[in-house]
């Protein structure tokens, strides 16, 4: 099974202020990377997919970049509404499989 | 607008069963491969099974593999997850999910705890 490991596992930044979170998979997924947005109690949102696609309805201060085994999500300028739990997912392989997180909080 | 809307969480007993439902509107739902994705209290997502369009191929987490069955009736328009032998460690939020590519639309949810 293919593991993703997302780090930091928490990462405290403040407003307007710039957010980098990444993700590993133990394979190679190519492009097959998708990342989600999850706030509490509320259902994950798809926020890219193919590594760096924006999905529909995401604002432009979301990016994301990598290939292979290495990815990164950006947030270039920080929202209120963007702190939350991020999960990255690899669709490359059966059983897709998420990373475990990373809570963006406010410092 | 794309809706998906589960239904049928509960309070059961371990080695009981559940039968889940997640009713689709505002797509073509016979045209898009189908997921159910659980969340444990405070943990990560997990992908259970998933369903191809005409409900001819189906997938297992080898973790519910011969516990659940995933079917779907596109006349319908709805997604079925059948739960038998329940363990505490199903216990979690399930929601369903419609694919392209990535998990792109997901319902809101509902809660199966697994308890004496």
């Known amino acids: 099974e293919m593991v993703m490991t997302q780090s930091p596992g928490t990462l405290s930044v403040s407003p307007g202020e710039r957010a980098t979170l990444s993700c590993r998979a133990s394979?190679?997924?190519?492009?097959?990377l998708a990342w989600y947005q999850q706030k509490p109690g509320q259902a994950p949102r798809l926020l890219i997919y193919?590594?760096?696609t924006r999905a529909t309805g995401i604002p432009a201060r979301f990016s994301g970049s990598g290939s292979g085994t290495e990815f990164t999500l950006t947030i270039s300028s920080l929202q209120s509404e963007d702190f939350a739990v991020y999960f990255c997912?690899?669709?490359?392989?059966?059983?897709?499989?998420f990373g475990q997180g990373t809570k963006v909080e406010i410092k | 607008e794309v809706q998906l809307v589960e239904s049928g969480g509960g309070l059961v007993q371990p080695g009981g069963s559940l039968r889940l439902s997640c009713e689709a509107s505002g797509f073509t739902f016979s045209r898009y491969w189908m997921y159910w994705v659980r969340q444990a209290p405070g943990k990560g997502l997990v992908c259970v099974s998933r369903i191809n369009g005409d409900g001819s191929v189906t997938t297992y987490a080898d973790s519910v593999k011969d516990r659940f069955t995933i079917s779907r009736d596109n006349a319908k328009n709805t997604l079925y997850l059948q739960m038998n032998s329940l363990r505490a460690e199903d216990t979690a939020v399930y929601y369903c999910?419609?694919?392209?590519?990535?998990?792109?639309?997901w319902g809101q949810g509902t809660l199966v705890t697994v308890s004496p």
């Open positions: 999910a419609r694919d392209n590519y990535a998990l792109e639309y």
């Open positions: 997912q690899q669709y490359n392989t059966w059983p897709r499989t």
């Open positions: 193919g590594a760096s």
């Open positions: 394979q190679s997924v190519s492009s097959n």
